[in-house]
């Protein structure tokens, strides 16, 4: 099962195997869904943003960037796992998964090469979407060149977020048999990973009433999610989460450092998460 | 280049594979024939890598299955081979030919060896299956294989494009490389295979060239008597072990008793109008053997 392709041929390999992917991708609308989807999303929150700007003293861009960070939550996972749960599973229904896996090429480089393109087009999409609400706020409010950093800093940890859905969507895919039920395992972990998980810790926080779980326990389970682990790194790091939700309270408990080393983690856990479901695969 | 030794594979209780061995040398064709489910797959598979086996052992390229050094020198073809339907044949090729660390340049002249260098801009979701096992072809050719594993490659294919691809294998074959094909049909692989194996039920039934097997089924010759006017009736009498088919007469026979009964049917003078000799087909052979086996 090792990569047998010298040295040199890898790295073209594996970029032949992306630009493939990214084709079949654009050529199936994903990354005009994709990048629709952010843009309409940014619109509608930056035109919505603008009642608390001013009067707090805070620049429209990062009032903006607070209402992304809590529709990102939500769309980054998603965009990623509709990429992505179709990568093992949609091969080896269609029958082109036996063929690819007797070429000279390790099941590592081919993984890589679907995520370098499945990354691209997430990235793309981000880059529409949040570009879009970064220039409509400095056209609106000419002080937000102060939220700059913060739009930043929201692009780079949602290509992460998008990264480790990624990650995790190739696994699920690598584990279910065929893709519709790749499908419903990937709107499982969804709807486990950025809604019940939140829900389910909110009536914990409820019923614990200020005890221990709140103050030990609370802001270890935020940073186990990555969902939640971006909520508060990008909450934290612009100081709005009074302009957030509930959740975001806790974020001051947190120290920065913590939740950005949750992000730039998972996304290695769920890649060798992938890798580790794609090998037990037989074709 | 192939080398089987008791090849044996399990899916649970039933036995896939049941102690197989057989070789493939540089520049030989061989066949694999079988019924569906008599393990021509699961044994290309196991060649491949691509599924572990019981016990036994497999030596492809002096490597083991699945081995980097394996896989640098075989190419595959499935059985109803697929690609992406919304990437062109010259896209797919490419991408092949940068797996195997060859320019994608190289994409046009490859499917234009297999006849579809008009088609290599269309999307593979407009090909028809012939079309498609073109493709499949194609990427079977790259990187000069030294060991090539088709499975029912000629399936989809019309006749000419079947002739077209045995010529393709043949100076394959020419140049050193080792083939093993798979068939369901004796008749497809025709002349154009240098030895023949059989499986039934994971079993090896048979091995060997067509003719070898001919003389080892040793079925019977069939005499088609045509009995001249009126005659019908005297020439039954005279043969009673003969079978009426239409105004004919079918007259089995062994193949040491040919001449015997050819002697026999001409000593009946003028009762008979004609008399043709049908050697078994290709079929009755390949059911001899690949029924034996309890099937």
Do not use: C
């Not at chain 1, 690598?174 to 486990?192: D, N």
């Amino acid at each position: 099962m090792s990569a047998t392709l010298a040295p040199a041929n890898l790295a073209p390999a594996i970029l032949a195997l992306a630009k493939a992917e990214f084709r079949i991708a654009t050529r199936n609308r994903w990354l005009a869904i994709a990048a629709g989807l952010m843009v309409i999303f940014a619109l509608i929150l930056t035109a919505a943003g603008s009642g608390p700007s001013g009067s707090l003293g805070t620049d429209r861009l990062s009032v903006t960037v607070a209402s992304l960070t809590s529709l990102s939550v939500y769309l980054v996972p998603l965009i990623a796992l509709l990429l992505s749960f179709d990568a093992v599973a949609g091969e080896a229904e269609r029958g082109t998964l036996p063929l690819i896996l007797t070429y000279p090429i390790g099941r590592g480089p081919i993984l890589a090469g679907k995520a370098l393109a499945h990354l691209a087009i997430l990235t793309l999409a981000l880059i529409a979407g949040y570009g879009t609400a970064g220039v409509a706020a400095v056209l609106l409010d000419p002080t937000s060149g102060a939220g700059l950093g913060a739009l930043l800093r929201l692009i780079w940890t949602s290509v992460a977020l998008g990264a480790t859905f990624l990650g995790l969507g190739y696994a699920i895919s690598a584990r279910a048999k065929r893709p519709s039920a790749a499908a419903g395992g990937a709107v499982g972990l969804w709807l486990l990973a950025v809604v019940l998980y939140d829900l389910a810790l909110l009536a914990a926080v409820v019923a614990d009433n200020g005890g221990a779980f709140t103050t030990q326990v609370f802001p270890l389970t935020l940073l186990a999610n990555p969902a939640d682990a971006f909520r508060l790194f990008n909450l934290a790091a612009a100081q709005a989460g009074a302009a957030a939700s509930g959740v975001a309270a806790a974020a001051g408990a947190v120290p920065l450092w913590q939740s950005a080393a949750s992000l730039l983690l998972w996304p290695a856990l769920a890649g060798a998460l992938a890798l580790v479901s794609f090998r037990k695969v037989t074709p | 280049m192939l080398n089987l030794t008791s090849l044996t594979k399990q899916y649970g209780a039933l036995a896939a594979l049941s102690a197989v061995s057989f070789e493939v040398a540089p520049g030989e064709r061989v066949a694999l024939l079988g019924h569906n489910g008599a393990g021509k797959s699961t044994l290309m598979k196991i060649v491949l890598g691509l599924i572990p086996f019981d016990a036994g052992q497999v030596s492809v390229l002096g490597a083991a299955p699945g081995s980097a050094q394996a896989r640098a020198g075989v190419a595959y073809l499935p059985e109803n081979v697929a690609f992406h339907p919304a990437l062109t044949g010259e896209e797919q090729i490419g991408l092949f030919l940068s797996l195997r660390g060859e320019s994608p340049a190289r994409a046009r002249d490859l499917l234009g060896r297999v006849g579809l260098h008009d088609a290599a801009r269309r999307r593979i979701g407009t090909y028809s299956k012939g079309m498609r096992q073109r493709v499949g072809l194609a990427q079977a050719l790259i990187g000069r294989p030294r060991l090539l594993i088709l499975d029912e490659p000629t399936s989809g294919l019309d006749p000419v494009s079947r002739r077209d691809f045995y010529a393709l294998l043949d100076d394959l074959a020419a140049e050193g490389a080792a083939i093993l094909l798979s068939s369901h049909a004796l008749t497809e692989v025709e002349a154009r295979t240098d030895r023949i194996v059989i499986l039934s039920g994971g079993h090896l039934v048979a091995r060997g060239t067509l003719s070898s097997l001919r003389a080892k089924a040793d079925l019977p010759v069939t005499l088609q008597i045509t009995p001249a006017p009126g005659q019908e009736a005297r020439l039954a009498e005279a043969l009673p072990e003969a079978v009426r088919v239409g105004g004919q007469l079918h007259l089995s026979s062994a193949q040491g008793q040919k001449l015997a009964a050819l002697a026999r049917v001409a000593g009946l003078g003028a009762m008979v109008a004609d008399l043709d000799l049908i050697p078994p087909s290709l079929e009755d052979i390949y059911s001899h053997f690949s029924r034996r086996d309890g099937q």
